[in-house]
């Protein structure tokens, strides 16, 4: 299946290309298929679909990076090659499917992206953005929004 090229101004008034793997998972809609994530994870996402991710959550490029485990060496490597490498691009993945599921849960982008920056009790006070560094982790924060989702106090 081919995913739909989704366009948007640039900060130079040109059209750019949409950032495909963080759009699907923000906006649900699902075009890509697994296989055709995977590979582009493999490849090594753009730089474009990182600064989409630091847009959505409303935080300097630098603490992303750090949510994604790379130093400010590397983030300013990975700007001039304009690619993240296959790890960087899984994590960041993972932090969009989060995003989703937050939106989901809690009704809208500002909650979710509120949420995913606050320190919850069930995770140590840790916020979810800092549990999610890990697939554990990650995956913690999937299951609370899970309970959060059924009203099961946590």
Same mark, same amino acid.
């Given at each position: ?21 963080? *759009?699907? *998972?923000?906006? $649900? ?11 582009? /994870? ?16 409303? /935080? ?10 790379? $130093?400010? $060496? ?34 809208? $982008? ?45």
């Amino acid at each position: 299946m081919k995913s739909k090229q989704k366009q948007r101004p640039g900060r130079d008034g040109l059209r750019v290309e949409e950032p495909a793997v963080v *759009y699907e *998972y923000a906006d $649900s809609a699902r075009d890509l298929e697994t296989g055709e994530i995977l590979a582009r /994870i493999r490849r090594g996402l753009p730089m474009a679909e990182f600064e989409t991710l630091r847009d959505m959550f409303g /935080i300097s490029a630098e603490e992303l990076a750090k949510h994604l485990a790379m $130093s400010r $060496s590397t983030l300013v490597r990975r700007r001039k090659t304009e690619r993240l490498d296959p790890l960087e691009s899984d994590r960041l993945v993972r932090f969009a499917r989060l995003f989703a599921r937050a939106r989901e849960v809690l009704g809208d $982008s500002t909650a979710a992206r509120d949420w995913l920056r606050m320190p919850a009790r069930a995770l140590g006070f840790a916020t979810p953005l800092e549990f999610a560094e890990t697939e554990a982790g990650g995956r913690e924060v999937e299951n609370l929004l899970g309970r959060i989702e059924h009203g099961v106090f946590t």
